[in-house]
């Protein structure tokens, strides 16, 4: 965590489902938190060598708090876990200040949020903006089942008839029909989604087919499947002098740290853009989640934490 970090304190910690924790963050003293919008997140600082992203699931208020929704992952390496066992009200934890890679676009004549199971965090934030700003939108929660839902009474409350509840074990008068909903889009809607890998996926592949512009499609990933399998190249690091050979199998992160070059990760799977280098020289073989369509076809940016080369050789600007 560099010297842009925030100290603050838990202030609230509360299990909303068995799987889910929710902590509010308050400033240290008498200080105040940074202010952000609607789709931000902040890295944390679950040990001396995991950060993690999280996204801020209030609305911003002057002197408030960020209110985190953590999900304890089966598949953990070591954050949502470590969170989940170990951090209590009072502690005293660091993070960074607010980033948003998510933007809300206010323009939009309609807004379409869906959230998937713990990916309805940064949509809350959203609904909120929209809502003050007295936007047309709707807000789709999808989960598992009601008990695997967190924050149902404000959402409930706080958004009436905008919200949708799609719940995995319910009747199939209210199950997800994206299809049915993207067949005819109004001009100008704009769709956000985030959630699982697989879910995501459904509703981006839906919202192109019913022609839907992709800059008026938006998504966050929250984790990923990674995979660095293939033919070995080489990478020249300019900045620091050093060439190495990516094996197959090793990302180019592991090869340069293991070479002695500093190189900032955090999710190492490829949704949190961290690790973004530029690349000088040579084809990168785009495996991320975080760089849009139109980026990679720039070719001039490579997540080094899971992408790989087409090129025998890669020059980047590290």
């Known amino acids: 965590m560099d010297h842009e970090s925030v100290k603050v304190v838990i202030a609230r910690r509360e299990m909303q489902t068995p799987e ?129 839902a967190a924050f149902l009474d404000e959402l409930s409350s706080q958004f009436g008839d905008q919200l949708s509840l799609h719940f995995d074990d319910g009747a199939d008068g209210q199950r997800l029909a994206p299809a049915a909903m993207l067949q005819t889009p109004r001009a100008g809607v704009h769709v956000y989604v985030c959630g699982p890998t697989g879910f995501m996926d459904w509703i981006i592949d839906t919202a192109k087919q019913a022609g839907l512009p992709s800059k008026q499609i938006h998504f966050e990933y929250f984790s990923a499947e990674v995979d660095t399998s293939g033919e ?39 949704v949190c853009g961290t690790c973004i280098c530029d690349v000088l020289e040579g084809t990168p073989d785009h495996r991320d989640h975080f760089l849009n369509e139109e980026e990679k076809a720039c070719g001039d940016q490579i997540a080094v934490c899971c992408s790989r080369a087409k090129s025998a050789r890669l020059v980047l600007d590290i």
């Open 20 to 148: 889910i924790v929710v902590l509010e963050l308050a400033a240290v003293g008498t200080g105040t938190l940074p202010p952000f919008e609607a789709g931000a997140h902040v890295d944390l600082q679950v040990s001396e060598d995991i950060i993690r992203q999280y996204s801020l699931s209030n609305a911003y208020e002057e002197g408030g708090v960020y209110r985190l929704g953590i999900l304890n992952d089966p598949n953990s390496r070591g954050g949502s876990s470590s969170i989940h066992a170990q951090f209590a009200e009072g502690d005293e934890i660091r993070i960074s200040r607010p980033r948003n890679h998510f933007p809300l676009d206010m323009s939009a004549a309609h807004t379409i949020l869906f959230g998937g199971g713990i990916g309805i965090t940064p949509m809350i934030s959203m609904a909120y903006a929209l809502k003050k700003a007295g936007k047309s939108f709707e807000l789709h929660y999808c989960c598992r089942s009601r008990a695997n």
């Open 232 to 270: 070995a190249f080489e990478v020249f690091a300019a900045v620091s002098g050093v060439t190495v050979r990516v094996a197959d199998g090793v990302s180019i992160a592991n090869a340069l740290k293991a070479a002695g070059v500093k190189v900032n990760v955090s999710c190492e799977e490829g």
